[in-house]
């Protein structure tokens, strides 16, 4: 059936997966008795596999047997629990040219950006060893003689991650690797459109679990939609809900989180800025704008969609950057040499008609790109718009290979346009000036949560919080202190003396 009768498909197997998948993992086994769905790939529209998806009583039999490990997972100590994730990181190893191909293949982004994806996790369980021995709490001066103040981490019990297409694994390693190392057990939505690749990360991740005599309900996964993800969020027994997606449907997620008062961490929509200076280095500024819009056919949340150029320079930038694009090639994301890939579904190139649509019709000049690509595949061109940064249309996110250029006289009219659209995730300048370079990340520069110089405004390093501001959901995942979301603070106070002295210098009585 589907890729399976195709020589070039036949490493699926090699990741324990056949024609008809069991969609879910609970209380340690493969089940599935909800709807079939099939994943598609997106460069011809034809079927890989099916999937059996979650229903709603396997979900809560996952949640009963992932309520019971967590009790045992969160006192096993951290540096302990660190070594699993040190094994799983391993076993990622063993099968990152197999995975790779599959995110490639289910996904849509080129066979590089697959692999890299797959790195990107098996670098944060790097990562996360390490921070299984550091997570530190603090001795804090006491006012009272013979007490002691201190810190104390501890785990949540179990973290809630609900996924989107365009990572379809690596948002699950910024956040399962975290979560686990503190303590917590996993339960994992994937994304509804990718599941075999929710399937493939989960039999390596419990396979290790597995190995170790641990039990599987550590690691719950289910293949599903809406209903799933709504469970999630409305689930007590879920103190932290870690969504990435669209800001509306992360919206409707944080107010079902918020109504039960637990906690979210939100990962939503960019409308990121480059902006490039008189003083650039323009060959660097072309090559970084070319990854940064066209990388994963401009569906990363980092994707680069506003280029604001200084007027010096607009011509000359503008017109590089066109004779790249036209240079672009388009095709099949598993062979050697593409560079843009597929949209992913057929509702992204519809989408990405009626942008285009909407772009003309608010005085936008289409400079190249603008079509659709006949073929069976979600394929679309790379597009460069010249536009007005005041149009609605450029204060909202078109999920594609979509750049709107717009020139500016000064710094200061720059950094307003950058903060002027409701999202704030990652903007960069190019510049070789440091007062230009220290306003741009200082507070009256970009209220972004990434801040870049001279590279693009995707591909962010592991090792620092990844996240954005305003109706980007304000979350922060992966390194620097991302951790603390992850475990619970307990403030202690403890009098080791035999008398009472209160706060405050207060006597009561």
Not at 1 to 9: H, I, N, P, R, W
Not at 253 to 278: H, P, T, Y
Request: proline content about 5%; glycine content about 12%.
């Amino acid at each position: 059936m589907g890729a399976f009768t195709k020589k070039e498909y036949q490493f699926l197997s090699e990741l324990g997966l056949g024609p008809r998948n069991p969609g879910c993992y609970v209380n340690g086994s493969w089940k599935g008795s909800g709807p079939v769905v099939t994943s598609l790939n997106p460069a011809n529209n034809q079927v890989i596999a099916e999937v059996v998806e979650a229903s709603m009583q396997e979900y809560e039999e996952g949640m009963h047997a992932c309520m019971d490990a967590a009790k045992m997972w969160m006192q096993i100590p951290a540096p302990k629990r660190g070594e699993i994730v040190r094994q799983i990181g391993e076993a990622l190893r063993a099968k990152l040219q197999l995975l790779g191909r599959l995110v490639s293949l289910e996904m849509g982004k080129i066979l590089p950006e697959g692999i890299g994806e797959v790195q990107e996790i098996i670098d944060m369980c790097d990562y996360a060893v390490g921070l299984s021995r550091q997570l530190n709490g603090s001795i804090i001066p006491s006012e009272r003689p013979n007490h002691m103040m201190m810190e104390v981490w501890n785990p949540l019990g179990i973290v809630g991650v609900i996924t989107a297409f365009n990572f379809p694994c690596a948002v699950l390693g910024w956040n399962a690797c975290i979560a686990l190392v503190c303590g917590n057990c996993v339960v994992w939505k994937g994304a509804p459109t990718t599941p075999l690749i929710t399937i493939a990360m989960t039999e390596i991740v419990v396979g290790v679990l597995e190995k170790n005599n641990l039990p599987g309900a550590i690691f719950t996964a289910f293949c599903g939609g809406a209903e799933i993800g709504q469970a999630i969020a409305c689930d007590t027994r879920i103190p932290l809900v870690s969504f990435t997606g669209s800001t509306k449907v992360g919206l409707m997620v944080q107010q079902k989180v918020n109504e039960r008062f637990g906690k979210c961490l939100l990962e939503l929509s960019g409308n990121n800025a480059i902006i490039v200076m008189d003083d650039a280095d323009i060959q660097l500024a072309v090559r970084s704008v070319l990854f940064a819009a066209v990388g994963t056919a401009g569906q990363r949340c980092t994707t680069c969609r506003r280029l604001l150029l200084h007027e010096s320079i607009y011509q000359s930038v503008l017109d590089q950057l066109v004779k790249v694009y036209n240079q672009v090639k388009i095709g099949d994301p598993l062979e050697k040499g593409t560079l843009l890939g597929p949209l992913h579904t057929l509702a992204s190139k519809e989408n990405f008609v009626k942008g285009i649509k909407g772009i003309k019709a608010q005085g936008g000049k289409i400079l190249t790109g603008g079509s659709v690509i006949e073929s069976e595949g979600n394929f679309v061109q790379p597009t460069i718009v010249e536009i007005s940064p005041s149009a609605p249309v450029v204060k909202e996110e078109l999920f594609g290979p979509v750049l709107y250029v717009m020139r500016f006289k000064t710094l200061k009219e720059a950094i307003e346009i950058n903060n002027s659209v409701p999202q704030g995730l990652s903007s960069s300048i190019f510049t070789r000036r440091p007062e230009v370079i220290f306003k741009w990340i200082g507070p009256h520069g970009s209220d972004c949560g990434i801040v870049n110089v001279n590279i693009p405004t995707n591909g962010a390093e592991i090792g620092g919080a990844f996240g954005g501001e305003k109706a980007t959901g304000g979350g922060r995942e992966a390194g620097s202190d991302s951790w603390k979301q992850y475990m619970r603070r307990a403030t202690c106070t403890i009098n080791y003396g035999s008398e009472l002295p209160l706060a405050q210098g207060i006597n009561f009585g």
